[in-house]
């Protein structure tokens, strides 16, 4: 799971080194994501940029088109999963020691809550990159489908929150998976 953390870092600090600003999540032109039992939508101007698997644990990378979001999707057997403050804390630690340059502030996660079928913890934090701080909130939402545990996990600029929303919730709400 940590190489797949370190691939989630390196895309965010792409799209934050490279981007030029967020567009809105175009949710009324939605593309389809249907591979190996797990199908979702996502918006038209968001790419799925990675689907892949490495040994039980299967990833998907989801990029919106400016520098604001990266949605990763993980799927694995229900009996290797963690619960969603210990999965979280991992994520967070090991994203903190990945990122190649500047500096990420401390963590401070919110209470776990449940919505429909997902469990949801946030966590903020700031990226400190090149002397300018931007604060951060992170969602993990984790949920049981078939025999798999599936998180999803959005990290977004705080300025940017409103733009991506829309475009996370069709991801997390059309999610399904069935066994191949």
């Excluded at 401390?106 to 903020?124: A, M, P, T």
Aim: proline share 4%; charged share 25%.
């Amino acid at each position: 799971m940590k190489n797949m953390i370190q691939i989630s870092c390196l895309a965010l600090l792409s799209l934050f080194l490279i981007g030029c600003g967020e567009r809105s999540a175009e949710v009324d032109n939605p593309r389809a994501h249907n591979n190996a039992g797990l199908e979702f939508q996502y918006p038209g101007n968001w790419k799925v940029t990675e689907d892949g698997k490495k040994g039980e644990l299967r990833h998907l990378l989801i990029e919106s088109p400016g520098i604001g979001l990266l949605v990763t999707i993980f799927m694995l057997p229900a009996d290797d999963a963690r619960d969603i403050q210990g999965f979280a804390e991992i994520y967070a630690r090991s994203f903190k020691e990945e990122v190649p340059f500047g500096d990420v502030t401390d963590s401070v996660f919110g209470s776990i809550r449940q919505s429909g079928e997902y469990e949801i913890l946030s966590e903020q934090f700031s990226m400190d990159i090149l002397g300018v701080k931007t604060p951060h909130t992170r969602t993990y939402r984790r949920k049981s489908v078939a025999d798999q545990v599936c998180f999803v996990v959005d990290q977004v600029a705080d300025e940017h929150h409103s733009k991506v929303a829309k475009g996370v919730e069709l991801v997390v709400s059309s999610l399904t998976y069935e066994t191949p």
